[in-house]
């Protein structure tokens, strides 16, 4: 079992389903996006983490779904690109009411309401202690947010990518109403790729592995967990390379 470290910068992965009120199964739900604004302000008041996030769209609008129903796909990835605007703006908003600072940067120019993003100076925010939100993906069509995280962790010198979702790790098979299923407390890169595990997709693993940049999957809306996570604490799965060859579910 890989011994973890701790995290001094980090780039979280919300996925757009972390924003979303399971009762309409989409948009957004205040009380999670308080919750993770409350925990993002709890950690940087304990430990003075740097936190970059990035946030997916798929509560609101994603380009390959079927109500894009036989749109352009470019056209259809621009709006699930926009609907990552809409998902930062509220995590921002919820960030501000907790005294957090934090800046949202754009891949697509839109600054009435966010910076452009510019690498240096996302550097400079997140070393000013404020929270800094990636939005509308690497701006591109054909990429997905997961893409984005890890491209923008790469840029920023992350230490580490925080995917919070909804189970509390990386399993040997769907643990949702399988009690045999058994989560990895570590996994290699190649094999999250050649077992197909949903971790990422696959540009995005392949990003991380190249560059040799953990991934941490883990329960995100359990209270404590982001902190837990980025002190080094046993939770969810480490991604990286040098895990055994053959895991071994823990
Ligand atoms: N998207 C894109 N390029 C990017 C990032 C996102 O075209 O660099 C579009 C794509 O249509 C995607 C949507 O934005 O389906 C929402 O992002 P994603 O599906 O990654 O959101 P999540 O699954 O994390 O909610």
Do not use: W
Not at 33 to 56: C, K, M, Y
Not at 114 to 134: C, D, G, N, S, T
């Amino acid at each position: 079992m890989a011994h973890r470290t701790g995290y001094r910068r980090i780039l979280l992965k919300l996925s757009g389903e972390a924003f979303s009120d399971p009762e309409v199964k989409g948009g957004i739900d205040p009380t999670v996006v308080r919750q993770v604004a409350r925990e993002l302000a709890e950690l940087q008041a304990s430990d003075g983490t740097e936190v970059a996030v990035v946030v997916g769209g798929g509560n609101i609008f994603r380009g390959n779904s079927p109500s894009a129903g036989g749109m352009d796909r470019s056209s259809a990835d621009h709006m699930g690109m926009l609907a990552t605007v809409i998902n930062a703006l509220a995590l921002q908003d919820a960030l501000e009411k907790e005294g957090v600072e934090t800046r949202v940067q754009t891949a697509i120019g839109m600054q009435e309401l966010a910076e452009p993003y510019i690498r240096r100076r996302a550097i400079r925010h997140l070393e000013k202690k404020r929270v800094v939100i990636f939005a509308a993906g690497l701006g591109a069509p054909y990429f997905t947010t997961d893409t984005t995280a890890a491209q923008r962790a790469l840029e920023v010198g992350a230490d580490a990518i925080l995917k919070g979702t909804q189970v509390d790790g990386v399993y040997d098979r769907d643990p949702r109403g399988d009690g045999a299923a058994r989560r990895y407390e570590e996994i290699d890169f190649l094999a999250v790729l050649n077992q197909g595990l949903g971790v990422m997709d696959a540009t995005a693993i392949s990003l991380c592995m190249d560059n040799d940049l953990p991934i941490v999957v883990f329960e995100l809306l359990l209270e404590g967990n982001i902190r837990r996570v980025v002190r080094g604490e046993d939770v969810g799965t480490l991604v990286h390379s040098g895990a055994a060859a053959t895991p071994t579910p823990s």
